[in-house]
């Protein structure tokens, strides 16, 4: 990959999450990928996961340096995941990084998870403004997570793709199981899961009597196929789904032309 | 289409938006569709421009009752458009609706707006839960956008997907230009175009000295292609997208084997 400039300076590896610039998965993703080109770090300065692809457009945005790690240019944002690549690109690097990689986030983003998840609209944005992407999570909530093996792995297919001139609307959602590094598999490229959440939402009463709702469900896969992201972590693989952003339905397209017909 | 329950009731139609339930454009497409269905609305009670698919998990969620329109259920939603959908289905009508219309929202989301848009992902989610939907907006952002052109069409199109046992995953992104009915050149079913925001935030600083960011930026269209929403917009057509959840990029898939090859 040419770095930003098309030079042999070391690439520009911008990282960020939807976790929070506190959370222990990002720490993880900057150990991993250390030496590999000059880091900088804009993550937002609260957990925002389940932001999907929210940008901030009714109130300003507000960015400042801290300390993260011994070396690293690192700086929290107050806005959404996407916002923390925008104003990344704009304000901070004013170019384009030669990579941006998101996470490692707590919890699983297969299938259905890439639309809701802050760490992939990250990187989707990224894919979108030509900058090759990359968003991991590890299938454990825990904030004791192990990451060892999602480190491992994640040097790897990093390195993979900073080699190859890759598509520059290139963006990645890589999951890891949430198993020891001798049971990995090895790693699968799949396809999206057909499946969602099975919505049942908690109904308290406030003090007042009052009701309110706190989201909550069950996670369904419909798919059986064994090509998925589903499938390839059940089967302890690191899963790796490559994503796009054209959202338009071809097949359907095809359908409603005769539907819409002059 | 079979209403919810597959017998000869007339179909409920759930309609919700991103502006806010007291939007212009929601009133107006409740006008749009009257006598199409039995009507429900559930929307945001306040502007959720820009959410995207965001959904609310860390904190509560608040439905109230409200008076919109005589012989209309109403309710707003303390979350975003997404929450509307889900909270709607599983708290308000115990059941999915036939079909769920989002808007009309104030402003295009056409081309890569689908990513960012509350209206759409509104749709989207929907459409996940297997309930055919249709997301609208109209290329006018002014509060006395004149909608008239917009709800003649938007009947024609609910009145054609109802008519037809459609697609279950059926996601429609329709977006009206801003131009009088007689010069309207007709509907035209298009792909999203590629084109997007060139973002250069506005940097102000605040009494103490500090600074500040407010997102900003300028529409791009890098898609000279004459089947795009874009093109068809800029041709006084309705632009229909046909819109999915599969974020998989089968074409990229297949390069990735050889590179993650075992």
Redesign the interface.
Known sequence: MATAKGNKQQPVILITNDDGIMAPGIFNLIEAVKGLGKIIVVAPDK?Q??????????S????QQVHLMKGIEAWSCSGTP??CV??A???ILHKKPDICLSGINHGANHS?N???SGTM?AA?EAS??NIPSIGFSLLDYSMEADFSMAKKYARIIVE?IIK?RS?KH???NVNFPAVDESLVS???????A?A?FE???D??KDPAG??????SGAFVNFDKGKDTDVWALSNNYVS???????????V??T???K??K?
Chains 1, 2 share one sequence.
């Open positions: 957990p996961s389940g932001m999907g692809h929210a940008i901030t457009i009714g300003p945005l507000r960015l996407v916002d925008k104003l690109t704009d304000k259905i890439v639309i809701y609209s989707i979108i403004e993979k190859r598509d290139l963006c990645l090895g790693v699968k490229v799949c396809r999206q057909y969602k919505e049942d939402f109904e308290r009052k009701k309110y709702y706190w989201l790796v789904v490559p994503v796009q952003f054209d959202l338009t339905n071809y359907l397209k359908k409603l032309e539907i819409f002059p």
